[in-house]
């Protein structure tokens, strides 16, 4: 080899190790992370803190809020867009902070490599900024625990209490599990974050247990046949429809394995708590109803024959509520005081260590109908059908209204 010829090949070398391939945007396109090293530092997996690539732009969490932006690669140089948008909830000071110097490190990135399943983050100089391992977004050889679906009626509703629904994914295209009362199998392909489930086929009993467990089935296969999109990460799963609408959501069980030995835990699954955790809601003599098996009833007075009922009602939404990385809940609770009127309250469930820990409730309205109800960038957004000011009791709820709302030192509160 000529002596230019050697310079021009070192020359390259130095570009591939500054530039992270950067000459290549499809070396990090496509891809999710999770950090684990932020400055030379340990960070914990609790809270999470992610990095998505997506064609020419990133997005993720830093730990609090959501945040996106742009990034270029040219001429082996690597840049992010400083102007990144973010979501404004406030979380503990410790991971305010983590958060903020975590976006600095973004905004000063000039450089990446990647080796293997890990990616490194460096500065002008080759500094270190951050270092990140691969989430893997492969469903095969994952298994989930339904956690709602859609029920064909524009609502993902919980499954029913005392039934469970699994998904398994097998690395050769089979999806099979079961549906609360009988087995089932289909297959599945996958296309990037495309998927298409084909028709189910199941065994053939007839379950009366828990009530309704046989509609619950029939609709639960028809929303995995409506799956056209996937979004995996962490312990949480999501299918979509072509047209964005949530299919269906569900939990990675304990037993599936974490794909890196740096993946986030973020905490145990709280969904099977619910129906025997204690709610703050109204209309009961101590302002608290402890469930059990999803309801809780006492009299309505000291010997009156009427009694109060509390229901855990059928939506519920899954995502981090207050910035620590584990899934909490927003759940509805209807209760029915003995009177003309039936109550229904938005509560939401913090995960404690793995434990259902409800910290606050809302009254929604009288006589009205949840239509949906989703975990968003921190926010609680319900939206029902009601009546206008002006319309009787009487009249069937068919005003659209979509409420949110934020936790704010363990209370609810409404955001205008």
């Known amino acids: 080899m000529q002596p230019r010829e050697i310079l021009v090949a070192l020359a390259m070398a130095v570009e591939l190790v500054l530039g992270g391939c950067a000459s290549s945007p499809s070396t990090v396109a496509d891809t999710e992370w999770s950090l684990f090293d932020l400055n030379g530092q340990s960070v914990g997996s609790h809270p999470q803190v992610t990095l998505n690539f997506e064609d020419s732009t990133i997005n993720g969490r830093d730990g609090c809020n959501s945040y996106s932006t742009t990034y270029t690669v040219k001429g082996g140089k690597f840049s992010l867009n400083k102007n990144i948008a973010a979501t404004m909830m406030a979380c503990p000071e410790p991971i305010m902070q983590q958060a903020a110097a975590y976006i600095t490190a973004l905004t000063q990135a000039a450089a990446y490599t990647i080796d293997g399943r890990q990616l490194t983050l460096l500065d002008a ?30 609502a993902v509703v919980s499954v029913a209490i005392g039934s469970k629904l699994t ?51 029939m609709q639960f296969l028809k929303a995995l046949a409506t799956a056209a999109t996937y979004h995996l990460e962490g312990n949480q799963l999501k299918l979509r429809t072509a047209d964005g609408a ?33 709610y703050p809601v109204e209309n009961t003599s101590t302002g608290r109803a402890h469930l059990k098996g999803g309801v809780f009833e006492e009299s309505t007075a000291p010997g009156s024959a009427t009694r109060t009922k509390v229901r855990l009602g059928k939506v519920q939404s899954f995502g981090d509520v207050n910035g620590d990385g584990a899934e909490d809940a927003a759940v509805t609770l209807v209760v029915d005081p003995g009177g003309s009127g039936t109550f229904t309250y938005l509560a939401v469930v913090i995960n404690d260590k793995g434990t259902a820990k409800p910290v606050s409730s809302i009254l929604l309205g009288d006589r009205i109908v949840v239509k949906s109800l989703a975990i968003q960038a921190g926010n609680v957004v319900v939206t029902i059908l009601t009546r206008k000011p002006n319309e009787s009791m009487s009249m069937e709820p068919e005003f659209e209204v979509t409420r949110t709302f934020k936790v704010q030192s363990d209370k609810l509160v409404e955001v205008k």
């Open 125 to 154: 100089s080759g500094k270190v900024l951050a270092t990140f391992t691969r989430q893997s977004g492969e469903l095969g050889g994952t298994s989930w625990i339904v956690t709602g679906y859609n029920n064909g009626r524009q």
């Open 167 to 217: 998904a398994d994914f097998s690395i050769d295209g089979k999806l099979s599990g079961s549906a609360g009362c009988n087995n089932y199998i289909a297959t599945y392909e996958v296309s990037g974050k495309n998927l298409k489930i084909g028709t189910a086929a199941s065994t053939r009993k007839s379950c009366s247990d828990p009530d309704g467990v046989m509609e619950q089935e």
């Open 246 to 278: 949530l299919s269906v959501t569900f939990v990675r069980t304990s037993t599936a394995a974490i794909s890196s030995t740096h993946a986030p835990q973020k905490g145990a699954s709280i969904v099977r708590d619910f129906p025997n955790a204690e």
